[in-house]
């Protein structure tokens, strides 16, 4: 009798800017882990104050040994200035230096839109809300890792 893979420990990290937006982002990546067996315990759900204070609190959960993975959610407005550029710019690439520094999956679930209604459509509750998409992305690429690793 073989038994079942122990489902790996992950967290979700998720910005309490825009929270209309990101609380529909953070029921999508608990809607998708909970349909791939995957617990994800409210001890486990970090608030940052914002998108750029994500990758810290990231690369921080990844050297931590506690995780497998880290699911990142957070909503980025365009408005009237250049705030929007440097703060996606900021997000994207310290997300991006964290996973390569760590080699755990850190998922970019991070909205960057132009509008209020583009970011509202892409945290609704179907199918195409990219916390779902995040979650899905971050279990299958530590399976991709784990694969790999068994090659």
């Known amino acids: 009798m073989t038994s079942s893979p122990t489902p790996p420990r992950l967290a979700v990290i998720v910005s309490r800017f825009n929270p209309e937006v ?53 909503c980025v407005i365009k408005g009237d200035t250049a705030h929007f550029e440097f703060i996606s710019l900021g997000a994207a690439t310290g997300l991006m230096q964290a996973t390569l520094a760590t080699g755990v999956p850190i998922t970019f679930g991070i909205l960057t839109t132009y509008t209020d209604e583009q970011a509202l459509i892409r945290s609704r509750n179907d199918a195409a809300n990219k916390g779902r998409e995040a979650a899905a992305a971050c279990v299958e690429a530590l399976a991709t890792l784990e694969k790999i690793k068994a090659a």
């Open 22 to 74: 990101t609380e529909g982002l953070l029921t999508g990546a608990r809607g998708e882990l909970e349909e791939r067996g995957v617990p994800l315990l409210d001890t486990d759900v970090f608030h940052a104050p914002g998108a750029f204070e994500i990758p810290l609190l990231a690369q921080t959960l990844a050297k931590s040994g506690r995780y497998a993975g880290v699911i990142c959610l957070g």
